[in-house]
């Protein structure tokens, strides 16, 4: 039965794959009218079921709604907002100067439709990182399979509603299924991949594009480091980390990873870490605005880190019970943490939060850069040129000063990792660009200069070409 039910994902990815086809064709001549229809419908079907996509978020990871509001529904609104705003100057020719000797020359860069693209997206923030890379791939003209996340069902099943009541599927598409799915999926020959998952799903995800030559946009994750300087307000630090730390119960890309703080500075830090988690639960961890881990797979996973990381001398100032193994994981903050850990070595997803004692800035830049490029790095503190140095001797996708995972809301700002943390760009015109093809066209004048140089080698055409070598070398 099971090889039926294979087969019968095959035919239907296959079906729709080539339906596609002749869809790109259509799209490509698509105006900045048609587009922005497609995306106001997009914003009307979330508006109305966005009671539904609480309830699945609820269901699927114990979200809140003002949670799911914040993080999932809010931000995808911004996007589509400022999307259906800007199209029209997005998709315009952009003319670029002129060169010498071609002054008489036009010349432009048209953004076309990569054509058919693949998004997959993931189980944490399910609904909004399926929706943000739709938003740019329709906005870009392109044709899109959508595929979930098999671990956020209920979600999953919500934007396949929402994508079907706003598109035919011969233009958008999404085909629920685990990692077999996807694997049939990435065998196909899409134009582009856009794929948001770890770093080691990242890799495969490459190695199935470069059969094909499709380009990819990776958004991957990585240990995300906070930096902070002696020269920090240690409380409103504390408040912010601890607020972007545990949302989702710290699943999240770019939640802070580990904290690189002064000695001297550790405990009043940790303390004020958890006055923020009280005030932010009223003492009530178990209540509702707090979410949970999304299986008994990464819930046992991140038992194991904390287990591993006591066994190598850390201690734990938790605060709950972290072993019920009913998907509720209070925060846990780890200290005297081995640098060996595994919790140091991988992407910890999850509410632990391991603080790593430093002597200095140069120590804590050193621990930074010893790890791969991180997505997101966080440097809290009042001396200028403190911050300026850090930034300067250290690499990341992106990075805040004095707050934490609030650039991921400015759709103005590109948002990426770097190598190990993931290629390529989104948000806003960033998104638009990379699910477009920068298409450079030339167009010559009726007055060609170039003619000047083209054979026979006359003692006239010599003089131009000597002139030109002199011009350039300069």
């Not at 939640?255 to 005030?279: E, H, I, M, N, W």
């Not at 070595?345 to 010893?370: K, R, Y």
């Not at 590109?414 to 948000?427: D, L």
Request: glycine share 6%; hydrophobic share 40%; proline share 5%.
């Amino acid at each position: 039965m099971q090889d039926v039910n294979s087969q019968i994902v095959v035919d239907v990815i296959g079906t729709i794959f080539d339906s596609q086809f002749q869809t790109v064709h259509t799209l490509r001549q698509s105006t900045y009218r048609q587009r922005r229809e497609k995306l106001r419908a997009l914003r009307e079907a979330i508006l109305a079921r966005q009671d539904n996509i609480e309830a699945a978020l609820y269901a699927d990871l114990h979200k809140s709604g003002e949670e799911a509001r914040i993080t999932e529904i809010i931000p995808t609104l911004i996007e589509l907002k400022f999307a259906y705003r800007n199209l029209r100057r997005w998709m315009k020719l952009k003319r670029v100067k002129r060169a010498f000797p071609l002054l008489l020359a036009k010349s432009y860069i048209k953004y076309e439709p990569k054509g058919r693209v693949l998004i997959i997206s993931p189980w944490n923030y399910p609904f909004h990182l399926s929706m943000v890379p739709l938003i740019a791939a329709v906005a870009a003209g392109n044709t899109v399979i959508l595929k979930p996340s098999e671990f956020s069902t209920q979600t999953s099943r919500i934007v396949r509603e929402i994508v079907s009541s706003t598109f035919d599927e011969r233009e958008v598409a999404v085909i629920e299924g685990g990692v077999e799915t996807a694997q049939n999926l990435l065998q196909k020959p899409f134009d582009h991949i856009f794929f948001t998952g770890s770093p080691e799903k990242g890799r495969l995800v490459m190695a199935y594009a470069a059969e094909n030559l499709s380009s990819v946009t990776l958004e991957l994750g990585g240990k995300s480091p906070v930096i902070i300087d002696e020269s920090a307000d240690i409380r409103d630090a504390a408040e912010k980390i601890a607020w972007a730390k545990f949302l989702n119960a710290g699943q999240t890309c770019i939640a802070p990873d580990y904290v690189l703080v002064p000695g001297y500075l550790q405990t009043d830090f940790s303390d004020a870490l958890k006055d923020a988690f009280r005030k932010f639960f009223a003492g009530d961890l178990t209540a509702s605005s707090y979410a949970r881990i999304v299986s008994h797979k990464h819930y046992e996973r991140l038992n194991a880190l904390i287990g591993d990381a006591i066994d190598r001398g850390a201690h734990v100032k938790g605060l709950g019970d972290y072993g019920n193994d009913d998907l509720f994981l209070p925060p846990v903050i780890l200290t005297d943490v081995d640098l060996k850990s595994d919790v140091m070595s991988e992407e910890i997803f999850g509410p632990l939060l391991p603080l790593i004692s430093v002597n200095d800035t140069d120590e804590a830049i050193a621990v930074v850069n010893s790890l791969p490029k991180p997505l997101a790095m966080y440097i809290f503190g009042k001396d200028k040129r403190q911050i300026e140095r850090v930034l300067e001797r250290t690499s990341a996708g992106g990075t805040c000063i004095n707050d934490c995972v609030v650039h991921l809301s400015n759709p103005h700002l590109p948002f990426g990792g770097v190598n190990n943390s993931g290629t390529g760009r989104y948000h806003g015109f960033h998104g638009f660009e990379e699910l477009s093809h920068k298409r450079a066209v030339f167009k010559q004048s009726r007055l060609n200069v170039l003619k000047l140089i083209y054979p026979p080698y006359s003692k006239s055409k010599r003089f131009v070409i000597e002139f030109l070598l002199r011009y350039f070398s300069r």
